[in-house]
């Protein structure tokens, strides 16, 4: 007989959430890393250059990887076709790599937090990087092109990423302005999260000063307030304050009569 389709939330294992904790972020760096290679067609690499070897290898190693990354998902899974059909975007990463650009916006926000700066400038630098090689590779034919060489392209990912834009590069085909505006748009972020970064880390420095400076004045107070008043005697020095206060007003009222008591002794005075 055959079995019920189990639902996405079931079709699982501790086994298999434990590899794809372990793996997933490490494939979404490879993703990161070939960004550059899946979106840049093959006819831009010329067809008989080292670097159209180099990228047809490098394309049909990663999508090997992803392969067996799917393959040892659906096995680990109670249900491995299910597995399979029920993640399309990791079956299409396979024969369709521009997908991987999903991969690759994951790995990054999920570093777009606080407490993963060095992370998150690794994986911007890496994006810069990427930029810079797909606006070689679209500009370097092209007519009226100013990008024609590797250190061309990284003087202008420098320049623009960096905001400074000098205006001597520019791209001049539609996929690298393009490629531009993204690597314009990586500079105006990574510089958004160093500023905040920074002035995080200034406010909790304050803070643990001022924190630090208020325990020093107040334990040695807390202390000598432990000393001379031990807290077994506080009731017996309260007793002591309340007969000294009734002590005080006897005198009080002895020496500074009330003033109806006053105008009472001195009427007599009056009428005589």
Known sequence: MRKPHLPIAQNT?????????????????????TLWIVLIPFS???SDTTAFMVALLTKLAVSFVFAVDM????????????????????LLAIGFPPIRVLFSIR??????RRGHLAKFLAADFVLLVNG?????????????????????????????VTTVGYGDLYPVTAAGQIAA????????????VITAQVSW?????????????????????????????????LARLHGRLDGIEAQL???????????????????PQDDS
Not at 16 to 33: H, K, Q, T
Not at 181 to 192: D, E, F, K, P, S
Not at 204 to 214: A, N
Not at 222 to 231: K, N, R, Y
Request: a negative charge.
């Open 71 to 90: 393959f040892r998902r659906a096995r680990l899974a109670p249900q491995p076709w299910t597995y399979v059909w029920a993640h399309p975007i990791g």
């Open 181 to 192: 505006a993204c690597v314009m748009c990586i500079g105006i972020l990574t510089l958004a």
């Open 44 to 46: 831009s690499f010329g």
């Open 201 to 233: 880390s200034f406010s909790q420095q304050v803070d643990d000063r001022t924190k630090g400076s208020r325990t020093e004045i107040l334990e040695p107070e807390a202390e000598a307030v432990g000393t001379i008043l031990p807290t077994s005697d």
């Open 249 to 267: 007003k006897k005198l009080i009222h002895q020496y500074d009569p009330p003033h109806d008591q006053t105008l009472d002794a001195e009427q």
């Open 13 to 33: 294992s501790p086994e298999l959430e434990a590899y794809i904790l372990r793996s997933e972020s490490n494939l979404d760096f490879v993703a990161l890393l």
């Open 107 to 112: 790995l990054v926000t999920s570093l777009f």
């Open 132 to 160: 810079a090689l797909i606006v070689y590779f679209y500009e370097r034919d092209s007519a009226g092109a100013n990008i024609t060489s590797l250190g061309d392209a990284a003087w202008w990912a420098i320049v623009t």
